[in-house]
């Protein structure tokens, strides 16, 4: 039960709480608070039916009377905030503060160190040229003298597209030799900067997609010098003159002599550490000089021709560049990774 000076408190606070209100979210409740279906106007109407009989006009007039003059105080309010509000958002357009940072995209560390191979060979005069990431059999192997039966095939686990193995992912950049020999004229000298597949376990050196760099130069006077002079200077570009650099003979089936070529270890400096395999020496090339087959089946057949050709994995060598330890940090999409690079 109540009486009727409960309703004059009740106005009294509500009119206190109304007053002290700063923005619209306080005011809806305020609202919910006295008007609400559970609020306290509700509540004090619901008691009418059980008061004495002769009070129940009088209740009632006096209620409608306390909610009349506290919705208009509502209207009032309300009006204020909007009207304030606006003021305030008008001063939020203040010219005078610094705007926000622009976020700058990065380089990935493989298209940083793609660019810097690119300039190095641009500068000795060598063409850049692509080739089809999806290769037939043909450019892929049997062009490069390795036919179905070949024990070399085994070197590259092959993504093979259709069941007669025709269609394949090219496992190297190496068919792009034969694509550069068959339709442009000798001498060039070219690069293929490209992604290579293979059935590797994806661990911290091996990924399923990596990437290549090829090099081919082909003339009349091309020997294994040129071989050691280009790779040489490339290398001692790419990863400073003060590397040494190493031929070891190796074996590819599209070159004859073939070559493993290794830097001295820029981690340890060629003292042995983990990077290494406390050997002292990365491996980053193979390389030859074009095997005769390869020349025949692209279709050049002067016997005076002659030429070098080389592929190093370019996600290797910017593994080295950057000291990363793990290949998969290339492929993780992870911006706090990709942020380092510039
Ligand atoms: C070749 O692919 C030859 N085509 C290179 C060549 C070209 C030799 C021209 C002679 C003349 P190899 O299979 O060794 O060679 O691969 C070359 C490089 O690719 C390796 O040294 C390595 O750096 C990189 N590589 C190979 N497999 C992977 C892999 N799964 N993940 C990352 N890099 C790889």
């Given amino acids: 039960m109540f009486e009727i000076n409960d309703i004059d408190t009740v106005v009294k606070n509500a009119i206190e709480e109304i007053s002290a209100i700063k923005d619209d979210d306080e005011l809806e409740k305020w609202r919910i608070k006295y008007f609400g279906r559970k609020g306290i106007f509700a509540a004090l109407t619901s008691k009418i039916p059980q008061m004495e009989q002769s009070l129940k ?20 309010k309300k009006k204020l905030l909007a009207s304030t509000t606006s003021a305030s958002q008008a001063d939020a357009f203040n010219l005078t503060i610094p705007g926000l940072p622009t976020e700058y995209g990065t380089l990935h560390p493989i298209t940083l160190v793609s660019r810097q191979i690119v300039r190095i060979f641009q500068g000795l005069g060598f063409g850049i040229h692509t080739g089809p990431e999806i290769e037939t059999d043909f450019y892929n192997f049997e062009a490069l003298n390795t036919p179905a039966d070949h024990p070399a095939r085994d070197m590259w686990d092959t993504f093979y597209l259709d069941e007669q193995k025709k269609f394949l992912l090219r496992t190297h950049t190496s068919p792009v030799q034969v694509r550069v020999l068959q339709k442009m004229p000798v001498p060039l000298r070219i690069i293929a900067i490209g992604k290579t597949f293979r059935r590797d376990a994806f661990d911290a050196s091996h990924s399923p997609v990596f990437h290549q760099v090829e090099g081919l130069m082909v003339g009349y006077d091309i020997s294994f010098s040129n071989l050691k002079a280009v790779l040489t200077f490339f290398l001692k570009e790419l990863f400073g003159h003060s590397i040494k650099v190493r031929f070891l003979p190796s074996y590819f089936p599209f070159t004859e002599p073939s070559a493993e070529i290794s830097i001295s270890c820029v981690i340890c400096d060629g003292n042995g ?70």
Avoid at 58 to 64: A, C, D, V, W
Avoid at 290 to 312: L, Q, S, W, Y
Wanted: proline share 2%; net charge positive.
């Fill in 57 to 76: 006009p009088i209740l009632g007039s006096k209620i409608n009377l306390a909610k009349k003059q506290l919705t208009t105080l509502y209207e009032e």
């Fill in 273 to 342: 550490c983990q990077t290494c395999a406390y050997t002292g020496w990365l491996e980053i090339l193979g390389a030859g000089m074009v095997h005769p087959e390869v020349f025949r089946k692209a279709g050049v057949n002067d016997e005076n021709i002659t030429g070098f050709a080389f592929g190093a994995g370019i996600d290797r060598i910017a593994m080295i560049k950057y000291k990363i330890d793990d290949i998969r940090h290339f492929f993780s999409n992870d911006m706090r990774f990709l942020k380092q690079f510039r």
